[in-house]
């Protein structure tokens, strides 16, 4: 039970913390010597501005959020396969553990 809140957990981790398109835009524009833009205006950028087209007809939000999450599909596969395999191996040496047999052969316990 508690292996299935670990794998849900690390799901959620990756669909949140995934939008990191605006900090990435940041240092391109910044490694490129172009003028800084700040956080909100990227984003905003991100989301409703099509390169090289009108500013006056902007994108649908959804449009705009899917270019944020870019690329999420397969690190979440990636993620879903990584944690299940680690949780489950986990499980099995805590199995393995509390099912070893106990023995005290001195009286130093």
């Given amino acids: 039970m508690a292996a299935h809140a670990y794998k849900s957990c ?5 669909l949140f913390g995934w939008g990191t398109s605006v900090k990435t835009k940041i240092q391109q524009r910044a490694l490129a010597g ?11 950028r991100l989301i409703r501005v099509n390169k090289g087209s009108d ?9 705009g959020m899917a270019r944020i999450y870019r690329g999420l599909g397969v690190s979440a596969v990636r993620s ?5 395999l680690l949780w489950t191996l986990f499980d099995m040496v805590g199995h393995y553990i509390d099912n070893l047999p106990c ?3 001195s009286e130093e316990y």
Avoid: C, F, Q
């Avoid at 800084?36 to 984003?43: C, D, H, M």
């Avoid at 500013?55 to 449009?63: I, Q, Y």
């Fill in 55 to 63: 500013p006056n007809a902007p994108k649908t939000l959804l449009m």
């Fill in 103 to 105: 023995t005290r052969d």
């Fill in 10 to 14: 690390s799901v959620l981790l990756w």
């Fill in 80 to 84: 879903i396969t990584t944690h299940g």
């Fill in 34 to 44: 172009e003028k800084y833009r700040g956080v909100s205006e990227t984003l905003h």
